[in-house]
């Protein structure tokens, strides 16, 4: 076995046990994926801001280095764990294991992974995550779902995002969603602004509707 397959299998056992570990506890786990800056931290403060009094949310902030993106989340009123990476690219389901035995989320807690920004490497890693989410900035161009496909065709959502920016970049929406289903035809796609708030309704709707799935599957 190669030592990059060695790697996988070792994490997809792990993931396994993550995936085990949060439906015992009745929690949803949704991974966050883009490329640097594309948004999401903006996303998680916003969405704390604007649901934290209906759902219980707790994050895992993983970056190279820093807490920044922690004590963003702690000051938008929410629980956190920062994992640093150092030279690593990507999170792997040992750093969420060991960060979700410090978050202790309480059954019900939507628990949200904000992976290392990054589109290549974390396509790989299965963190035990109940849902992956790609968040694509309209700044970065309407070809990142065929250019990296690996990402895209591993999420179950794609979010457009800073749609605010629109007027301003050569970014054609439809095109965008185009190439997203030529990767994978079951993705669902949104698009909103964290700045202005379009949109965000949608994709409230879709965590609500995450949530319920869990629930009726604990009691199925
Ligand atoms: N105009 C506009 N700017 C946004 C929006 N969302 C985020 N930004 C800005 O984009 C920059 C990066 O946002 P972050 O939320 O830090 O991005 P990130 O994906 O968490 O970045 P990393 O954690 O470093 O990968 C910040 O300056 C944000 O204010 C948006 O919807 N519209
Ligand atoms: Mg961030």
Redesign the pocket.
């Known amino acids: 076995m190669t030592l990059e397959a060695a790697i996988l299998e070792k994490n997809d056992r792990l993931a396994a046990e993550n995936r085990a570990w949060l439906a015992g506890r009745e929690v949803l786990a949704v991974n966050l994926v883009?490329?640097?800056?594309?948004?999401?931290?903006?996303?998680l403060?916003r969405t704390i801001r604007d649901l934290g009094g209906e759902l219980s949310i707790a994050v895992i902030e993983g970056?190279q280095s820093t807490t920044r993106?922690a004590e963003r989340i702690r000051n938008a009123g929410a629980r956190s764990v920062q994992i640093n990476t150092g030279a690593g690219c990507h999170l792997e389901a040992d750093m969420v294991r060991a960060a979700l035995r410090e978050l202790r989320p309480e059954p019900g807690t939507l628990v949200m992974i904000?992976n290392?920004?990054n589109l290549v490497c974390p396509a790989m890693f299965d963190l035990g995550e109940g849902a992956r989410v790609a968040?694509l900035?309209v700044a970065e161009g309407e070809d990142k779902p065929i250019k990296y496909p690996h990402m895209f065709r591993s999420c179950d959502l794609m979010i457009v995002?800073?749609?605010?920016?629109l007027p301003h970049v050569d970014f054609d929406l439809d095109t965008c969603l185009a190439h997203a289903r030529s990767v994978n035809p079951d993705i669902a796609t949104l698009a909103?602004?964290?700045?202005?708030g379009e949109g965000l309704e949608g994709w409230y709707d879709w965590l609500r509707a995450q949530c319920a799935n869990l629930s009726a599957a604990a009691f199925a």
């Open positions: 883009s490329s640097p800056g594309a948004g999401k931290t903006a996303l403060e970056d993106d904000e290392v920004g968040i900035s995002t800073k749609t605010d920016l909103l602004s964290s700045r202005s």
